[in-house]
């Protein structure tokens, strides 16, 4: 029975403490912000493909370049050149002013791959299919 915990443990923990792997984040993800539908999707070229779409306002699509990085304490990260929001809270209707961005990258205990935007409102973009 001792043998069958220990196992249960060190397969949670095994799951998220995974290297992150620039495979790994290669793939489409969605926004769980609950305005409206945002599409983020990672090439292996290194391109990445924003679209935002909501009822009543214009669609909003911005291309550019994405890396894989570390940040300061060795956490797998990425920037985004050019980066662009299409939902943001509180602020004036329309798309944001193009910039960097520069996200934690954080695998869940089942494996799932997120990026996470706002950890107190638990607003992520959540890598379709999980891991692979």
Not at 42 to 69: C, D, F, S
Request: a negative charge; proline letters at 5%.
């Amino acid at each position: 029975m001792k043998a069958i915990h220990i196992l249960c443990i060190v397969t949670l923990l095994s799951a998220c403490s995974g290297q992150v792997q620039r495979e790994n984040v290669i793939g489409t993800y969605y926004a769980n912000h609950g305005h409206g539908e945002e599409t983020l999707e990672l090439l292996p070229n290194g391109k990445y493909v924003l679209t935002y779409n909501n009822p009543g306002q214009p669609a909003l699509r911005n291309e550019n370049t994405w890396e894989l990085e570390s940040d300061a304490d060795g956490a797998p990260a990425l920037s985004f050149k050019a980066y662009v929001f299409g939902y943001r809270d509180r602020q004036a209707l329309g798309p944001s002013t193009p910039g960097w961005w520069h996200v934690r990258v954080e695998k869940t205990w089942s494996g799932h791959i997120e990026l996470v935007v706002d950890p107190d409102l638990g607003h992520s973009y959540i890598k379709a299919n999980g891991a692979k």
